[in-house]
């Protein structure tokens, strides 16, 4: 017999308190010499690393459990903990035992025939229940990927307690046929540890048992894992390759927006969101490389374990061989006990929920300190999957074809519809089981962003002569958007339920439904909420603006809840739940409103410079001047949004940016169509809904009420904008490790703009201030709070394409307070209003009453700006001209010349990077050559936005 025999890596400890260790009188004297210092140290080696592997084993498998078992919320890793317990025993019955078998050490160990039996046993049943549940895992992985929403309503507590009393059922099964008949010993009383192996009988049925056992416990299951595997590559491929989401305009662009500075066009942006990352063509991000990287991570981590086990046993078994050529058969063995040590840290610690509560367990433990909210961003394997969903651009949605598929369906067709449920599970990675690679395969094709472009040096595109207007370009890139990533659906606020009652999913929608001719203008909502292990539909309905009357029905079972949802939603809408992403509207039922979820997911409060702010780690203190830190405030504060949307009937609540696309195109409707001006009337007001309380809603019948209408579309684009920028913010606070900038610091960080406070002694700070106090009304009686120079990032570069004009002057320019930190991010841009005075351009003007008209404040404070503009040859008009969409040939800016303008006698120059800039200084003079021009106040426009750069931003107190 050889002096070392590894045990089999089919093996299990047998019960440690019953076994008899003795030592075979039968075992030759040569059994376990050691023949050299070298042996011995190769052979300590060998046992310092197969302890160290099983203790591995011992603890992360612990800990996934402990984990797991303390939290609630992580009682959908019931698989996983399943594998992990399995592996537990693996690492308590078969991994010391494996020791044994394997060390020279303990050579002299024999066992009775029946303790080798009950041994072949347990490693038979050991090793079937952890592949077989490795397996179920990874089953569990797809459909919860492949078909999410199926997977929450069929994934229940009764199907995972099936699925593993199948596993345990099948595996001692397949193990009991290694004890009747197998193993054969002959007549031997006892038998050395290290033949203790299933090769190692003389049984005749070794090789038929060998094969059985391969086919059932390594083939099989390789198969699933495969296939599993190679569909959901294909559909996330599919989806990174069909459904890259486009880089809206208005998100890339550095390009300045602006509205005109006249009665019917208040200031308002819409601009960049945030840099967006570098995108990689889809040929780049698919390289045959990364694919095929990606399945070996996958499935490569089984296969390196267990193919070399069982062919090793499969080759002993069927060639008759007893013996194994030197240490291959320990190579094997512990290569596959392997995988009980990684397992854990495969499945389930590489988790990022699973990683935290271990982190929480182990602070509570040691230190009894405050434990600290999850808050981190780091994906797990299969969140970060999932997060391919999440962090593009929005949808709340499922789309068609996510819940259920037709038998009939095509391969084709399967993968379209899960395309489809991929695009909308984009927002909804919260937490699932564990993978982390996919993320390689589905992340969209990148694109260069406009801004990163610029900034990298590359010459920014020139400017058409006739630049497509602000409300045009928002509109395109509200409909090119992507679907947008939402936050957790929060509870209906008169919804009297528990403060940890959640939405279920997206099972949540706002619906409205506005009649002109019958004064009808009402809403309804449905949600299906989950209190602890209670399940709720609620429905409110009423008039907009009014709590209306409401009904909470419960459910003993979620799906009775979903149920009820769904035939609501039929009944209200005469559109299908499941196929709500080709929703129509029905006259005389109700059109769904897509109304931006908010992330109540809560985290740690803590005081923040006086200020109570929602944070997850340790803040660092605010780095701004407390000037700059108040205007920062101001410009990102949800009051000020809420009170712009109030100012135009607008109801509470962030309409999504697919929604506000949808009023564009209503209202572009009215504009072409005002024959049927009642109808789409009350379709605009059912698209965006208004506030009118019990009075008639108004029929948009006139140009200026259109004008008005896309003015307010354009705050609601902008809001939109720095509500982005402000959940950037937030979102980058999560993901950061220790601390995290102050909010406020980030806020200002996302405008991409500095900021540079001017000290009230400065020489241009005297001259700004005489610039207001000679201009300004005395109604409004602006008073200086601060001022900023202003330098947005890549601005200069695109104003300095204007180097060649002359004629240079510093202009007011008025705004509304909600679309500051629009302005900041993306500047000024053309509006589209076709019955402005002097057409479609950006208006400013050279005194400050004009452009202080268009001021909206907030607690009597105000923003406007000073703006250096390259007018070069100026075309002087008298009278409106709405259709100027350019200036004319031969000029490059009109000057709408108004009775009255400052003085130009008392202008004074100051240098801003080499250019004199002239900037009024004297009070308004009557203008006798211009006595009959139509413009009180002169009014300066350009027709192309390069031609204006934001050089000073003003807080004023007006009265």
Not at 306 to 319: A, E, G, Q, V
Not at 365 to 374: L, P, V, W
């Amino acid at each position: 017999m050889m002096a070392v025999r590894p045990a089999p890596v089919l093996a299990g400890l047998p019960n440690l308190t019953t076994t008899a260790w003795t030592t075979n009188p039968t075992v030759p004297a040569d059994v376990g010499v050691v023949t050299s210092s070298q042996s011995q140290i190769k052979d300590l080696f060998g046992l310092f690393c197969m302890v160290t592997l099983n203790l591995i084993a011992l603890l992360s498998n612990t800990g996934v459990m402990v984990a797991i078992a303390r939290a609630p919320h992580l009682k959908r890793f019931a698989f996983v903990c399943h594998l992990c317990g399995a592996d537990l025993l693996c690492a308590i019955l078969l991994m010391p035992l494996g020791i044994i078998s394997s060390s020279p050490f303990f050579s002299t160990v024999a066992f009775t025939v029946l303790e080798c039996q009950v041994y072949i046993f347990l490693n038979v049943f050991l090793i079937s229940l952890t592949i077989l549940t490795i397996t179920a895992v990874n089953v569990e992985r797809y459909f919860y990927i492949v078909h999410p929403m199926r997977y929450e309503v069929k994934m229940t507590i009764n199907l995972a307690v099936g699925v593993m009393l199948l596993i345990w059922v099948k595996s001692a099964l397949l193990a009991l046929v290694s004890v009747f008949g197998w193993p054969a010993y002959g007549h031997q009383s006892s038998i050395a540890a290290a033949h203790c192996s299933l090769h190692a009988s003389h049984s005749r049925l070794r090789g038929v048992f060998a094969v059985l056992f391969t086919v059932v416990c390594f083939l099989l299951p390789a198969v699933v894992i495969l296939a599993v595997y190679c569909a959901v590559y294909k559909v996330a491929r599919s989806a990174a390759l069909q459904l890259v989401p486009t880089v809206p305009a208005w998100a890339n662009a550095n390009l300045a927006k602006n509205r005109s500075d006249s009665i019917n066009s208040q200031t308002t942006m819409i601009g960049a969101t945030h840099s967006l990352p570098q995108r990689l063509s889809p040929e780049r991000a698919f390289s045959g490389g990364k694919a095929a990287l990606t399945l070996v991570f996958i499935v490569g981590q089984f296969l390196l374990c267990w193919l070399p086990f069982f062919i090793f046993h499969l080759h002993m078994s069927l060639t008759g061989s007893l013996q194994s050529p030197g240490d291959l058969e320990e190579v094997v063995t512990w290569l596959a006990y392997s995988s009980f040590a990684v397992n854990p840290f495969f499945y389930g610690l590489l988790n990022r929920q699973i990683r935290e509560q271990l982190v929480k367990f182990h602070r509570c433990c040691s230190t009894q300190a405050t434990e600290i909210g999850a808050s981190s961003h780091e994906g797990s394997l299969q969140e970060n999957l999932l997060q391919f969903f999440q962090r593009s651009s929005k949808s709340t949605e499922a789309p068609s074809g996510c819940v259920g598929s037709h038998p009939k369906n095509t391969a084709d067709q399967s993968v379209k519809s899960s395309i489809r449920c991929l695009r909308y599970y984009r927002d909804r990675a919260d937490g699932c089981p564990d993978f982390v690679v996919l993320k390689v395969l589905i992340m969209p094709p990148k694109r260069r962003a406009a801004s990163a472009a610029r900034a990298g040096g590359k010459k920014a595109k020139e400017e058409t002569s006739e630049p497509k207007d602000a409300f045009t370009s928002a509109k395109e890139a509200l409909l090119a958007a992507g679907p947008q990533v939402k936050g957790r659906r929060k509870v209906d606020e008169h919804c009297q339920v528990s403060a940890s009652a959640e939405v279920h999913e997206d099972y949540d929608c706002m619906l409205n439904q506005t009649n002109i001719e019958k004064n009808n203008n009402k809403f309804y909502v449905i949600q299906v909420i989950k209190d602890n292990n209670r399940f709720y539909s609620w429905n409110r309905w009423g008039r907009v603006g009014e709590v209306g009357q409401s009904k909470l029905s419960p459910f003993d079972k979620l799906e009775k809840a979903v149920k009820d949802f769904e035939k609501k939603f039929k009944d209200k809408t005469k559109n299908s739940w499941s196929d709500r992403a080709n929703f129509v509207s029905y006259a005389g039922k109700y059109t769904m409103i897509e109304v931006d979820g908010e992330q109540d997911a809560e985290v740690k409060v803590d005081e923040v410079d006086g200020k109570v702010v929602k944070v997850s780690k340790n803040v660092l203190p605010c780095t701004l001047d407390g000037a700059t830190k108040n205007l920062i405030e101001l410009i990102f504060s949800n009051d000020v949004f809420k009170e712009a949307m109030e100012c135009m009937n607008l109801v509470s609540g962030k309409l999504s940016k697919k929604q506000i696309a949808k009023g564009f195109e209503v209202l572009e409707e009215i504009e072409a169509a005002m024959k049927r001006l009642e109808e789409l009337s009350s379709k605009f007001f059912t698209t965006v809904p208004h506030n009118f309380g019990r009075n008639r809603p108004p029929t948009i019948n006139s140009q200026g009420i259109v004008e008005q209408k896309k003015e307010m579309l354009m705050v609601l684009a902008d809001i939109e904008l720095a509500q982005t920028l402000k959940s950037e913010t937030e979102k980058a606070q999560e993901e950061m490790i220790e601390t995290v900038p102050h909010p406020l610091d980030q806020d200002y960080n996302s405008l991409r703009c500095r900021l540079s406070l001017l000290d009230t002694e400065t020489e241009i700070f005297k001259i700004i201030q005489k610039y207001l106090e000679m201009t300004s009304d005395v109604s409004r009686n602006p008073k200086i709070l601060n001022v900023w120079e202003v330098d947005r990032e890549t601005e200069g570069e695109r104003f300095g394409k204007n180097d060649s004009l002359e004629n240079r002057r510093l202009l007011w320019h008025g705004t509304n307070i909600a679309v500051v930190a629009a302005i900041l991010k993306s500047g000024l841009r053309i509006m589209p209003h076709s019955g402005d005075r002097v057409g479609q351009g950006i208006y400013f003007a050279s005194e400050n009453s004009k452009s202080a008209g268009y001021v909206r404040t907030s607690k009597n404070t105000g923003v406007m700006f000073l703006c250096e503009v390259a007018l070069g040859k100026e075309k002087t008009i008298t009278v409106d001209n709405s259709s100027l969409k350019k200036a004319p040939a031969g000029f490059d800016s009109v000057v709408a010349r108004g009775r009255v303008e400052p003085d130009p006698k008392e202008d004074t120059f100051i240098t801003l990077e080499g250019k004199k800039v002239s900037v009024p200084q004297g009070q308004p003079v009557d203008q006798p050559q211009y006595s009959g021009s139509n413009f009180s106040n002169s009014e300066y426009l350009i027709y192309k936005e390069s031609q204006c750069r934001l050089r000073y931003l003003l807080e004023l107190k007006m009265a």
